[in-house]
């Protein structure tokens, strides 16, 4: 089974930007998609953004034009940009492995979770 | 709209059968997976597809799909089945996840 680690800054000051970069550790990244999704304390999960192994991204249309979201397969490792942040963003990010399968597309490896707060 | 909607919370005794309900035009096109989520802990898939449970899950997840509404079942409810439970769908290539529904076993 495929381990998935969350790494980057803990806290972020308003306006700035989130970086966050999932290592894949145990598995090839090939014939998967990729995502990230968080949750704000005490809230549901929300899906930010996917990238498939050939580079498709499909994005939240509420965070679209905030988020970056790269694959670096020679690395195993994909990554998350979020520009111009603010509290409201403070968040568990998880990444996630998705696995495309039509109507039946699910998630069925999750990183442990890093928590990001945004803060000066 | 894409909107997944459940109800908040849900208790169960020891033992007994619950069934957690999703709604959401989505579902009419897309199955919905399951996730059980412990307070600190990343979500876990428990079923997916028409009824599927990954390897090390319990036969005691079940899920069912009809129309606009998905269906997790848990026969015999065990203490450690406590925790959230997020359903997910998709809409055109945009996943959404639902409220979550918290379990309390009794």
């Known amino acids: 089974q495929v381990q998935l680690q969350e790494s980057g800054p803990r806290l972020v000051k308003p306006s700035e930007t989130l970086s966050l970069t999932c290592t894949v550790l145990?598995?090839?990244?090939?014939?998967?998609?990729w995502s990230w999704i968080r949750q704000p304390p005490g809230k549901r999960l929300e899906w930010i953004a996917s990238?498939?192994?050939?580079?498709?991204?499909n994005h939240n249309p509420s965070l679209r034009s905030r988020v970056t979201i790269s694959l670096d397969m020679s690395k195993n490792q994909f990554s998350l940009r979020l520009t111009s942040v603010t509290a409201a963003d403070t968040a568990v990010f998880y990444c996630?492995?998705?696995?495309?399968?039509?109507?039946?597309?699910?998630?069925?490896?999750w990183g442990q979770g890093t928590l990001v707060t945004v803060s000066s | 709209s894409s909107e997944l909607t459940q109800d908040p919370a849900v208790s169960v005794v020891l033992g007994q059968t619950i069934r957690i309900t999703c709604q959401g035009d989505?579902?009419?096109?897309?199955?919905a997976s399951w996730y059980q989520q412990k307070p600190g802990q990343a979500p876990l898939l428990v079923v997916y597809?028409?009824?599927n449970r990954p390897l090390g899950i319990p036969d005691r997840f079940s899920g069912s799909n009809s129309e606009n509404t998905a269906s997790l079942t848990i026969t015999g409810a065990q203490a450690e089945d406590e925790g959230d439970y997020h359903c997910n769908s998709r809409d055109s290539g945009v996943s959404v996840f639902g409220p979550g529904t918290t379990v309390t076993v009794l």
């Open positions: 996630a492995r998705e696995v495309p399968a039509g109507a039946k597309t699910y998630y069925n490896d």
């Open positions: 145990g598995g090839s990244m090939t014939h998967y998609s």
């Open positions: 989505s579902l009419r096109n897309h199955y």
């Open positions: 990238i498939s192994d050939t580079g498709i991204t």
């Open positions: 597809g028409k009824n």
